[in-house]
């Protein structure tokens, strides 16, 4: 909170990225070519839910976000998103269609929301 020349407190906008407003850290992969290198953003973290945590991963880079979850509950298997996670051992990648989940705020709530009702599977 911040006092204006009024002596009133307003708020103060929260400018960090809205990963590190959920808890996690950001670690920057640099990516060595034979002319150049290119600089890779990761975000790691944890989804909760009322019964479970799940490590998660997300990357960053030009083309956008990539979200990967980490032994994701099996009752996914039966949820109407299956089709939006993809086997990669015991992690799991996640793709959205575009739209609001694009953004890494929204896909964070929609995860936790799918999460929670595969757990109820």
Not at 16 to 23: D, F, I, K, Q, S
Not at 43 to 64: A, C, I, N, S, W
Request: charged fraction near 25%; charge should be positive.
């Amino acid at each position: 909170m911040i006092a204006n020349r009024r002596g009133n407190l307003a708020l103060e906008q929260d400018q960090r990225h809205p990963l590190v407003r959920y808890g996690f850290k950001r670690r920057d992969i640099v990516i060595k070519g034979f002319w150049s290198s290119t600089v890779r953003s990761e975000y790691h973290g944890f989804l909760r839910t009322p019964r479970r945590v799940y490590k998660t991963k997300v990357e960053m880079d030009e083309q956008g976000y990539k979200f990967f979850i980490q032994k994701p509950p099996p009752g996914l298997n039966r949820h109407e998103h299956k089709f939006c996670f993809s086997s990669l051992g015991d992690w799991y990648s996640v793709h959205f269609i575009g739209g609001s989940e694009a953004h890494p705020a929204n896909a964070i709530i929609s995860l936790q929301k799918i999460l929670k009702e595969a757990e109820q599977l």
